[in-house]
């Protein structure tokens, strides 16, 4: 017989502008849940962290260092980000306002509240492939999370981000020898072969083990600008 602790319990349900995002507490873990597909949750985080440590460790040594975070998620990024003084401005994409509002003032507030206080930080409220395409701001570091890896996306319309018209817009945010780092679930040798087809150079896949299932990896790649 289930417990309480095997039921999920949903906190927050919202519908916004591209479709359903779920808050929920199942067990000792919150979870995001976007249009009945699971994201992310607080059972572990080292892969989200691993995603910003991986981006700074590819720099080249440049001091203090502006950060892209596309993806707020459940905030591990974020606040790994804002606990390195080693980072400069840390920008954060967000389309959905419920997640940004679940952190401001709600259960994930736990995880960001320090890194929001933080006077590097700031939260953009936006979709990040519009971000990328109109923003005239540059970054030394661009670190994707949005989706569940380039083949596996929340959207159909995230799907343009991992092709070569995409990747040259996040060339387009990035300084001279920057560096782009893509979250993903699974390996993806497709998309290896887009971002070097796409001019980015030293590309190269990360595994991470994390507690749970197969390795997370993170794609790691050198602006071409």
């Known amino acids: 017989m289930p417990t309480s602790n095997d039921i999920p319990q949903v906190l927050d349900r919202r519908e916004g502008p591209h479709g359903e995002v779920v808050l929920r507490r199942h067990g000792g873990r919150l979870e995001i849940i976007a ?41 591990f990024s974020l606040a790994h980000a804002a606990a390195d ?19 401001r003032d709600g259960p994930l507030s736990a995880i960001s509240a320090r890194a929001l206080t933080d006077p590097r930080a700031n939260i953009v409220e936006a979709d990040l492939v519009a971000y990328v395409n109109e923003t005239s701001d540059t970054f030394d570091a661009l670190c994707l999370d949005i989706d569940n890896g380039p083949d596996w996306t929340v959207t159909e319309g995230n799907g343009n981000l991992y092709r070569e018209a995409g990747l040259a817009s996040c060339a387009r945010v990035l300084r001279p020898g920057g560096v782009l780092a893509v979250w993903s679930a699974q390996p993806s040798s497709e998309f290896e072969g887009t971002l070097r087809n796409a001019g980015f150079q030293q590309v190269r896949t990360e595994e991470i083990p994390v507690a749970r299932g197969v390795p997370d990896v993170v794609h790691l790649a050198i602006s071409p600008g």
């Open 85 to 103: 003084p080693r980072w400069g401005r840390i920008t954060v994409v967000e389309r959905e306002r419920a997640i940004v509002e679940w952190h």
């Open 35 to 75: 249009n009945g597909c699971f994201l992310m949750d607080t059972s572990d985080g080292r892969s989200e962290r691993r995603l910003v440590d991986a981006a700074l460790e590819t720099l080249d040594g440049r001091a203090h260092p502006d950060v892209l975070i596309g993806g707020l998620g459940v905030g």
